[in-house]
């Protein structure tokens, strides 16, 4: 009886040791995350443009897993206006995103369109060196940035030229980039 | 680097779902039923195994302490998921399910519509102990354990499942065969997230023993339901909203074949089982 309770001792403490352990490494999680940066332009020129300067600890994804983000990508870049008046505007539209020495990372445009046509988005193709480069200063700054954002890590702008279809006009628009991001689990 | 055990696979969906679908991934419900329907199925894949690895029972008073290892295969095709972010969606992007990889990100009318990552495991272990009395042919089988706070999970198992070996009601039959059912329940409770599985199996199986080796098989149809709550923070608005959702797992039926061998007062035994998740599982039993 002795050495069967010593067996029964023996497999409850394997069965309690067995619900928690046997366990398989979970490896880095590829989490998105995205960041919207928001522009507005209004006035009667026939040009304008709005300038936007921001970190990454500026957004709450960011800012939640930045301690355990190992490794930053580009992923997606698209345009969308929010709001425009009047409908009717046309004009170039230009993106640049720039680093806090104001290279140049990323830049689209898209000419001689209608801010009203792109309400559902507009999807930005950027060229390989583009990417690079942008990825390239991401993780050099990704670890090391300014949590207080005195010098904001990148500057974005936007702006129409050659408008027509009515003044004054006023836009309300966003572009949004996604991250890549390989979040350790730990 | 963390490690992912048993049913912690609950309680790491609980908490990482919360932070990452309630709040960062504004998904339509349909969405996330698909995200989630692996883990459900993985839910009862786990539950209902190693319920059996012979189909005699003592006639007369019998115990029976059981632990049971198993390691679960996640296919492919349950690791990723076609999304329909919307209606009128015409793309063919696919995204990560919970066992999944990279989630998908989709233009939208109002931003991209961000799909949470997987975990990124085609295998998941999993254990369960468990104990059985016996008599007269029949046998009780219990899972249990109280309330548990894990970090700031609680999690509580709760199963039973009864058998009987109907072949001794049939003199001369060349092999045991018996009926058995079982419910397992499960619960994590995360401050914004519940969830919560039932499992149930009904399973005919028989065994044939030669000397202190066994060969075991049977046939099992089960089902799994999970209820899954979160909160959901709509930053825009400044309302926090509730969102149920009720899963099904995709195991319906299953095929397990399998051996054991007893030594004195031990038995060991090994099944294969080949259902919508298949599952290699092994048991060590002290029984009397």
Redesign the interface.
């Known amino acids: 009886m002795k050495k069967t309770s010593k067996i029964i001792f023996l497999m409850a403490a394997l069965a309690s040791i067995s619900l928690f352990n046997g366990c398989e490494e979970i490896g880095n999680i590829e989490l998105n995350v995205p960041l919207v940066i928001k522009f507005n332009v209004s006035g009667s020129e026939t040009s304008a443009s709005d300038k936007v300067a921001f970190c990454l600890n500026e957004y709450p994804e960011w800012q939640d897993n930045k301690d355990k983000i190992e490794k930053a990508n580009y992923f997606k870049a698209a345009y969308w206006t929010i709001k425009v008046d009047p409908v009717a505007l046309k004009g170039n539209i230009s993106f640049v995103l720039k680093d806090n020495i104001n290279n140049v990372l990323i830049s689209g445009t898209l000419n001689d369109v209608s801010p009203a046509d792109y309400i559902n988005g507009k999807e930005f193709e950027v060229g390989q060196d583009q990417i690079d480069a942008f990825n390239q200063y991401l993780n050099d700054i990704m670890l090391n940035e300014d949590p207080s954002c005195q010098n904001p890590s990148f500057n974005a702008g936007f702006s129409i030229t050659d408008i027509t279809g009515g003044t004054p006009y006023d836009i309300d628009c966003k572009v949004e980039l996604i991250l890549k991001t390989e979040v350790s689990p730990d | 680097?963390?490690?992912?055990?048993?049913?912690?696979v609950f309680i790491?969906f609980a908490g990482y779902s919360s932070?990452?679908i309630g709040e960062?991934f504004q998904l339509p419900s349909s969405e996330v039923e698909k995200y989630a329907t692996p883990l459900a199925t993985w839910s009862g894949t786990y539950f209902n195994s190693g319920g059996y690895y012979t189909a005699s029972v003592p006639k007369t008073f019998g115990f029976k302490?059981s632990?049971?290892?198993m390691m679960i295969f996640i296919p492919e095709d349950q690791q990723t998921f076609d999304i329909y972010p919307y209606d009128g969606y015409d793309g063919d992007e696919k995204s990560a399910t919970f066992f999944g990889?990279?989630?998908a990100?989709v233009?939208?009318?109002?931003?991209?519509i961000?799909?949470p990552?997987?975990?990124?495991?085609s295998?998941?272990?999993?254990?369960?102990?468990q104990i059985a009395f016996s008599f007269m042919g029949a046998e009780a089988l219990i899972r249990y354990?109280p309330k548990l706070d894990i970090g700031d999970v609680e999690v509580n198992l709760i199963g039973w499942g009864l058998k009987y070996n109907f072949s001794q009601l049939i003199p001369g039959l060349p092999l045991d065969i018996a009926a058995q059912i079982l419910f397992n329940n499960f619960e994590a409770v995360h401050p914004d997230t519940e969830l919560n599985t039932a499992n149930m199996a009904f399973n005919i199986h028989a065994s044939k023993a030669f000397d202190s080796f066994i060969v075991y098989g049977g046939l099992q149809y089960e089902s799994t339901n999970m209820d899954y709550t979160y909160t959901y923070e709509d930053l825009d608005n400044d309302v926090t909203e509730r969102v149920d959702i009720s899963v099904e797992g995709e195991n319906n039926m299953r095929l397990t074949l399998g051996v054991a061998v007893k030594v004195a007062?031990?038995a060991f035994n090994v099944d294969y089982n080949i259902g919508s998740q298949n599952a290699l599982v092994a048991g060590?039993n002290?029984e009397?």
């Open positions: 680097m963390k490690k992912l055990c048993m049913i912690l790491f932070a990452q960062s302490l632990l049971i290892g990889d990279e989630g990100a233009l939208g009318s109002e931003g991209f961000i799909y990552p997987g975990i990124n495991m295998s998941v272990p999993a254990g369960i102990p354990f007062v031990l060590i002290f009397f």
